[in-house]
């Protein structure tokens, strides 16, 4: 379980990510955290929360954020605002690292979903950029659809997905979370 000053980090991405306050302290209100990016770190998938808000203050460095298809760079004292459904990516394509203050409300169990794939990560069970298998990746999307969700495919097309491989993954002990990650 995340709690105050516990920090995670992905050895391939270089990203690493300090709790602030976990949903247990804010009774699900808000996950804060404190979140480092790596220098020319990959673009992650476009995606979206159906029902969860964002906020980043970028404390140090740059970060290049795609919103609803625009890109632009947030820089130090920059805020970003992310409204639920609303597509997004975000990562650093400079030569430093860059810190972010980044604030989830509500929380869900957002934590979770970043324990476990960082967890697996860490335990080589990613790809060398730090991203898990098909089936790992849905038992992980099933599980957390409520708090995140690929822009692509579309979500009706995911589902079908889910739908026919969901069990598979589980027949070969895929899950969504795995005790030893979120402690």
């Known amino acids: 379980m995340a709690h105050h000053n516990k920090r ?4 391939y991405s270089g990203q690493s990510i300090v709790f602030l306050k976990t949903a247990h302290e804010t009774q699900g209100e808000l996950l804060e955290m404190e979140y480092t990016y790596a220098p020319h770190s990959a673009k992650p998938a476009e995606h979206y929360h159906p029902i969860q808000k964002e906020d980043f203050t970028v404390l140090q460095g740059v970060i290049t954020v795609t919103l609803n298809g625009a890109t632009r760079l947030l820089r130090a004292g920059d805020k970003l605002h992310i409204p639920p459904n609303t597509v997004h990516a975000m990562w650093n394509d400079s030569d430093e690292p860059a810190v972010v203050n980044w604030q989830v409300r509500p929380a869900l169990n957002t934590e979770y979903l970043l324990e476990t794939g960082m967890g697996l990560a860490k335990d080589g069970k990613t790809n060398k950029k730090g991203l898990p298998g098909l089936l790992q990746a849905i038992a992980i999307a099933r599980y957390f659809s409520k ?19 969901g069990p598979v993954a589980k027949m070969l002990g895929y899950r969504a979370t795995y005790q030893e990650y979120i402690d």
């Open 8 to 11: 995670i980090e992905n050895p």
């Open 147 to 165: 708090a995140y969700r690929l822009a692509n495919p579309p979500y009706a097309v995911q589902r079908v997905l889910f739908a026919f491989l």
